[in-house]
């Protein structure tokens, strides 16, 4: 017995958050189908859930952009540069992949909080409505969750911070690292929260949210095909001047599977050094592009943002004009690379985006839990395309070999 009191406490505290929320997914549809009434009722949990997502956000944007920026060097490597171009060029094709697909596409969520939403008439007042929430208050912008005023300062202190000595840029990593982990704890009641989310929403309206929650999800994994396919081989190609598809094919299968089941670009990062090493690339590069390729080449996360902020605008009724859909592919760059290293990382940067055409906070953090709802595949698939890029654009600079695969069958 106490045996198995132990293995449950450690499922509950350690186990695969994939496993949890799948697991969550089902019992609520099932709660929902057999009783309704106590589905409605245990929607109090998916309240909670995006309650606490909601408080905490806001406070990870801030920290997470001004260590990360405050902690930056100044590459002195010049092969560094252009592989750093490359992950920034991928990044902003993969969100107009993102966008392109939303308009052919369009999904329809069901959200709880459907008021209405002064949304912007034109590009003048998109313009307007960014140059006031870049200037606003501080303290106003985190207490209001003013998602662009909180990117703007984080930016500014970040550049300014930059000049700081070591001590300082020590303190503003720890905080980060602190507040990264306090939404970690947050992110692992996420099972619960979906559990109750679901019931509530399958008992008050049928089986409808489900669908929506799959057609969200194949729009999401058909741009992450579309860029795995197509947009990397096509960038690939044309900077080696030759067939890129030998290289890609061979870094799906040597980093992409790996990182598609570990679901995390920091942990991928030996295979994708001892990857790089196999195909004889330089060390001196790899050695840095890889490691922060992992924290800021984010090309699934760059699709996941415009896709998942442009069906809560569909849903709510806003028009989206094309200025204001290149607006968000710019700005979902600027999220992916600010992603935390958290699980589902990417959607509790959603909120920012969704900030751009006047979705309220709680309506945006609807929309963050819909996307851990499809995490369960969503974050594996945007994993693995995030992991194996690196790889690709390093080796694509450098000078890919011409047969990658014997390559990196090495033992």
């Known amino acids: 017995m106490t045996t198995s009191r132990g293995s449950l406490r450690h499922f509950l505290l350690h186990g695969s958050l994939v496993t949890q929320i799948a697991i969550g997914l089902v019992l609520g549809v099932l709660l929902a189908v057999a009783?309704?009434?106590?589905?409605?009722?245990?929607?109090i949990l998916g309240e909670i859930f995006i309650t606490a997502l909601k408080s905490v956000a806001p406070i990870l944007v801030f920290f997470l952009i001004i260590a990360s920026i405050a902690g930056m060097r100044r590459e002195n490597k010049t092969s560094v540069r252009p592989i750093l171009?490359?992950?920034?060029?991928?990044?902003?094709?993969?969100?107009?992949?993102g966008v392109a697909l939303s308009f052919m596409f369009p999904s329809t969520l069901i959200l709880r909080d459907t008021a209405a939403v002064n949304a912007p008439g034109g590009v003048a007042e998109v313009l307007r409505n960014l140059a006031l929430s870049v200037v606003d208050n501080p303290v106003h912008a985190l207490a209001n969750a003013n998602f662009i005023g909180i990117l703007a300062w984080a930016i500014g202190l970040g550049m300014m911070l930059r000049h700081a000595n070591e001590t300082t840029r020590d303190v503003l990593h720890d905080i980060s690292r602190g507040v990264t982990g306090l939404v970690r704890m947050?992110?692992?009641?996420?099972?619960?929260?979906?559990?109750?989310?679901?019931?509530?929403?399958?008992?008050?309206?049928?089986?409808?949210?489900?669908?929506?929650?799959?057609?969200?999800?194949?729009?999401?994994?058909?741009?992450?095909?579309?860029?795995?396919?197509?947009?990397?081989?096509a960038i690939a190609g044309f900077v080696m001047r030759k067939n890129p598809y030998p290289l890609v094919l061979t870094c799906l299968r040597?980093?992409?599977?790996?990182?598609?089941?570990?679901?995390?670009?920091a942990a991928n990062i030996p295979v994708n050094m001892e990857l790089c090493r196999k195909l004889g690339l330089d060390e001196d590069t790899y050695s840095v592009s890889i490691p922060i390729g992992a924290a800021i080449n984010m090309a699934g996360?760059?699709?996941?943002?415009?896709?998942?902020?442009?069906?809560?605008?569909?849903?709510?009724?806003?028009?989206?004009?094309?200025?204001?859909?290149?607006?968000l592919c710019v700005v979902a760059v600027v999220c992916a690379c600010g992603v935390s290293g958290v699980a589902g990382g990417s959607l509790l940067l959603i909120p920012l985006a969704c900030s751009l055409f006047g979705i309220s906070p709680a309506q945006a953090m609807e929309v963050v839990a819909v996307g851990f709802i499809i995490s369960v595949v969503q974050d594996?698939?945007?994993?693995?395309l995030n992991s194996h890029t690196d790889v690709i654009f390093t080796a694509a600079v450098l000078g890919a070999p011409d047969n990658p695969a014997e390559l990196a069958a090495r033992e």
């Open 186 to 233: 947050v992110v692992r009641v996420a099972p619960i929260g979906i559990f109750g989310l679901v019931a509530s929403t399958v008992a008050d309206t049928g089986f409808d949210a489900l669908r929506g929650y799959a057609h969200v999800l194949g729009v999401l994994l058909g741009g992450m095909l579309i860029v795995t396919l197509i947009v990397n081989p």
């Open 35 to 43: 009783w309704p009434a106590g589905g409605s009722a245990v929607g």
């Open 85 to 97: 171009s490359l992950y920034v060029i991928g990044m902003l094709l993969a969100a107009l992949v």
């Open 254 to 265: 040597e980093s992409g599977v790996t990182a598609f089941f570990t679901r995390s670009s």
């Open 380 to 384: 594996s698939a945007e994993t693995a």
């Open 301 to 327: 996360a760059a699709v996941t943002i415009s896709v998942l902020t442009l069906a809560a605008a569909h849903t709510l009724g806003i028009h989206v004009d094309l200025f204001s859909a290149l607006l």
